[in-house]
C-alpha cells in the first residue's frame, strides 16, 4: 500500500482567506483523489487530480473555489479559497494503488476550522 | 446517481459478540466496495476490497460479502473487542469516473468490556 502525508495535520484560518493542503505519496501513483468531510457527515469527493491537466470536479464543487494542482505522480495540492466557516472539514487525499485492484488509500487529513 | 446507505447509524455491544454492520446501494454498476475504519481524529485505514465479480473477502475477525445484484454488502466482525471500536465505513467504487469512491454515512461501533 502507499504511504500518504499531508500537510498541514490542522489550521485553524480568517474568513476571507485561503489555505493550500499538500499531499505527497511515497511512490508513483494513477489517481489521486480530493474529499471533504463535514462534522457529522461522510466523504465527499471534490475531484480528480489528474496530472499535467485540469482536475475533473464533481457536481457542486467549482474550480475557482477548489483549486487543484498535480505537477507530478506523487505530489498534489488542493487550495481552499475565500474561506469561510462551511468550509471548516476535513480534508483528505487518497490514491489508487494496484492497476486492476484499484483499492484506495486515504491519507491522514488536514482539519480545517474557519472562524 | 449512486447512493449509498448503511445501518444501523450506531451499535453497542458487548466484548465478545459477533456482528453485523449492513451497507445497501443504489446502482449496482460498481468497480469494487470496500470497507474502511475510522478511528475519532484520524484517516482512513482500509479493511477489505471486493471486487464486483467477488461474493467476498476475509481478513481474520473480518468477513465481507457482496450481493451487486441487489445492492448489498454486509461487514461481519467475529468475537469482537473493544478496540474494534471505531466508525466503519462503507465505499462504493465507480465503474467510470476515474474509480472513485461513493460512502456511506457510517457505523459507529462502540465494543463494551
Known amino acids: 500500500s502507499a504511504v500518504i502525508s499531508q500537510k498541514p495535520s490542522r489550521d485553524i484560518c480568517q474568513r476571507g482567506t485561503s489555505l493550500t493542503i499538500q499531499c505527497q505519496v511515497d511512490?508513483?501513483?494513477?489517481?489521486m483523489f480530493w474529499y471533504r468531510q463535514q462534522p457529522g457527515q461522510s466523504l465527499t469527493l471534490i475531484a480528480t487530480?489528474?496530472?499535467?491537466?485540469?482536475?475533473?470536479?464533481e457536481s457542486g464543487f467549482v474550480i475557482d473555489k477548489f483549486p487543484i494542482s498535480r505537477p507530478n505522480l506523487t505530489f498534489s495540492t488542493l487550495t481552499v479559497s475565500n474561506m469561510s466557516p462551511e468550509d471548516s472539514s476535513i480534508y483528505l487525499c487518497?490514491?489508487?494503488?494496484?492497476?486492476?485492484?484499484?483499492?484506495?488509500?486515504f491519507g491522514p487529513g488536514t482539519r480545517l476550522t474557519v472562524l | 446517481k449512486q447512493e449509498v446507505t448503511q445501518i444501523p447509524a450506531a451499535l453497542s455491544v458487548p466484548e465478545g459478540e459477533n456482528l453485523v454492520l449492513n451497507c445497501s446501494f443504489t446502482?449496482?454498476?460498481?468497480?469494487?466496495l470496500q470497507w474502511f475504519r475510522q478511528d475519532p481524529g484520524k484517516g482512513l485505514t482500509s479493511l477489505l476490497l471486493?471486487?464486483?465479480?467477488?461474493r467476498e473477502q476475509t481478513s481474520g475477525r473480518l468477513n465481507a460479502s457482496l450481493d451487486k445484484s441487489s445492492g448489498r454488502s454486509t461487514l461481519y466482525i467475529a468475537a469482537s473487542q473493544p478496540g474494534d471500536s471505531a466508525t466503519y465505513l462503507c465505499?462504493?467504487?465507480?465503474?467510470?469516473?476515474?474509480?472513485?469512491?461513493?460512502f456511506g454515512k457510517g457505523t459507529s461501533l462502540l465494543v463494551t468490556p
Open positions: 487518497s490514491v489508487t494503488s494496484g492497476r486492476a485492484l484499484r483499492e484506495q488509500f
Open positions: 511512490s508513483q501513483v494513477t489517481m
Open positions: 487530480a489528474n496530472q499535467g491537466s485540469e482536475a475533473t470536479y
Open positions: 446502482d449496482s454498476a460498481i468497480y469494487n
Open positions: 471486493i471486487q464486483s465479480s467477488q
Open positions: 465505499a462504493v467504487g465507480r465503474s467510470n469516473s476515474g474509480y472513485a469512491l461513493n
